[in-house]
């Protein structure tokens, strides 16, 4: 009786395929999880990867219902279409998020002459190593550029190199 109501209406096909995926992230995340260390986050990437294809499948249902239920799209098509904007519009700012280059960071203090500086070493996204530094910069008391600042290419070539005393750039190096 429950699945002759399903799919009699295609936006409760759409809405019954989002519930399953986020059910099956929720379920499948603690399963995942079963003998690995706490450390390893595998249950957290399970469920974050099927929040991601939730979207995805969501939005290939709301688009075969649109010929499977034709009659009931030329009346309601309104209601297809925004659950398709909606999901292409959290998939491409998903993919334009993931596209973008959020380095990471590592500071820490270092002491020379009596001096000290914060180091700041700049990594490519996906890599913490370093074979893939984006640069290395230094500050006096938190807040002045001092020192030589250093910014490689992803093969580790120098890209720009920067020399600083107290805030004031003194010569600058640009690889051509």
Sequence with gaps: MWVKKLYKNPLRVIITTFITCVSVG????????????????????????????????????????LFFYRDWVKKYWYKNAIVITVGLGVIVSGLIEQNSENYSLH???VAANGIEWLKTTEYYPGSFDSRHIRSISFLLNDDIKDSTWTTYAQDGTVLVQKLYIHGKLIKQYLKK
């Design 107 to 109: 500071s820490e203090t």
């Design 26 to 65: 929720m379920a499948g995340a603690p399963i995942a999880d079963i003998g690995h260390s706490g450390g390893e986050a595998v249950g957290l990437t399970f469920f974050a990867v099927t929040i991601h294809a939730t979207w995805y499948i969501t939005v290939a249902a709301a688009i075969i219902t």
